[in-house]
C-alpha cells in the first residue's frame, strides 16, 4: 500500500480505535466529514459529497484572520467508492461553484499541482481500523502534510461524538 511513497506524495498511517464501517462516514458523511476535516479553528461548510465513482465533492474551508474570514473553496471527483475499504478522489482549488482555479490564482507557490489524487484504505484490525492515507502530489515536510496530520488527530478525536450519532 505504501508503494506511492517516493517523498513527493504524502502517506500516513493511523490505527483508529474504531470499526471501519464508522472511519468511512467520517469520510462520507457530510456531517462527520465537517467535524474534523481541516486545521484547528476551521469550520467547512460541505455543500456536496455525491459519494459513488463519478460523483463531485465540493467543500470550503473558512477561517477567521484578523482581516476577516478567509474562504478556500475545494472541490473533486471521486474515481474509486468501495465501501468501508477503498476511497479514491481528485482535489483541487476551485470557487465556490466549483470551478478549478490554477494554484498560482490561489496564491500558491509555482510548481504545486492544479489536481492531486486523495487515497484512504481501510482495513479492520484487531482494536479498530488501519488507515491509510496516501495524498498524491503533496510532498511529505510539506504544509499540506502538516494539515494532514492536524486534520487526522481531529478525526480520532471526534470518534467518540461520531458513534453517539
Known amino acids: ?3 506511492d ?4 506524495n504524502l502517506v500516513i498511517e493511523r490505527t483508529l480505535d474504531a470499526p471501519p464501517e464508522l472511519i468511512w462516514k467520517m469520510w462520507t458523511e457530510p456531517e462527520h466529514f465537517a467535524a474534523w ?3 484547528g479553528g476551521a469550520t467547512i461548510p460541505v455543500v456536496k459529497m455525491d459519494v459513488r465513482v463519478g460523483g463531485i465533492r465540493l467543500l470550503c474551508m473558512e477561517m477567521t484572520t484578523s482581516d476577516g474570514t478567509m474562504q478556500m473553496w475545494f472541490t473533486g471527483e471521486y ?3 468501495i465501501k468501508n475499504q477503498r ?3 481528485t482535489d483541487s482549488m476551485s470557487d465556490e461553484n466549483g470551478n478549478v482555479k490554477s494554484p498560482e490564482q490561489m496564491g500558491m507557490p ?3 499541482p492544479t489536481t492531486t489524487e ?3 484504505e481501510l482495513e479492520h484490525v484487531s482494536g479498530g481500523t488501519r488507515m491509510v492515507l496516501t495524498h498524491l502530489g503533496v510532498p511529505a515536510g510539506s504544509p499540506g502534510a502538516a494539515g494532514w496530520a492536524m486534520a487526522l488527530d481531529k478525526l480520532a478525536a471526534n470518534l467518540d461524538e461520531a458513534r453517539r450519532s
Open 110 to 112: 509555482e510548481g504545486h
Open 1 to 3: 500500500m505504501n508503494d
Open 5 to 8: 511513497n517516493d517523498g513527493q
Open 118 to 120: 486523495v487515497r484512504v
Open 87 to 89: 476511497l479514491v478522489y
Open 79 to 81: 474515481l474509486e467508492v
Open 37 to 39: 476535516y481541516g486545521p
